[in-house]
């Protein structure tokens, strides 16, 4: 059932995909609902296919201003929305390789060096991806739905020696989820793994 919904998916991206330019496309969805295995799978499907991933770009909130935000403060402030435009959609869309550094979200530092090809289709990965503070650059959203309890599931797994996060991460993304509403925007909503 995977191998067809990325044949579809691939299918769909290739006909919205334009002659000579980049097509960006968001991949919108819960953590956990299967977005970076999705991605992946689709680039080995294309092979011209370049993935921006958005965990690059979070701002991890420390301390007090952690503990007193509410979701839609966090919603917010977790995604360097200027850095992703500015480092990789803009330059990306005018057939640029995007050059930025990857957000470590222990140390909150900026660290290395990623360059992502301006191949045909970009995909935007990662929850907030079609968000409406980006959508402007974006082609075709697609978001992946996925049950939360098998989302939060997934999340544990990750990360056990911090369980605490999850819940404050899960409260930004129902907020997100129900006050933005990326699946009744996005141009195609896809069932996750």
């Known amino acids: ?29 819960g953590g956990g609902a299967g977005k970076s295995t999705l991605a992946e799978l689709i680039k080995r499907t ?14 991890p909130l420390h ?3 952690r503990a007193e935000a509410d979701p839609k403060y966090t919603y917010l ?24 550094q990857p957000r470590d979200w222990k140390s909150a530092e900026l660290r290395g ?3 992502v090809a301006p191949n045909p289709i970009v995909i935007l990965e990662g929850v907030y991806s079609s ?4 959508r402007d650059l974006i082609d075709l959203a697609i978001f992946v739905h996925t049950p939360r ?15 605490a996060w999850i819940e ?18 996005a141009d195609l909503v896809v069932a996750g793994s």
């Open 1 to 29: 059932m995977l191998a067809e919904a990325v044949a579809q998916l691939a299918t769909t991206l290739i006909a919205q995909s334009r002659r000579g330019a980049v097509t960006v496309v968001a991949l919108d969805g």
């Open 46 to 59: 294309l092979s011209t296919v370049s993935i921006v991933g958005l965990d690059d770009f979070y701002r």
């Open 63 to 65: 301390g007090d201003a």
């Open 77 to 100: 402030k977790y995604l360097e929305l200027e850095r992703v435009r500015r480092e990789a959609l803009v330059p990306l869309r005018t057939g640029t390789i995007a050059r930025y």
């Open 113 to 115: 060096w990623v360059e």
């Open 131 to 134: 968000c409406p503070e980006l």
């Open 149 to 163: 309890a098998i989302r939060q599931a997934r999340l544990l797994a990750r990360r056990q020696d911090d369980t």
């Open 168 to 185: 404050r991460w899960m409260a930004v993304e129902d907020w997100y989820l129900s006050n933005i509403r990326p699946a009744d925007t």
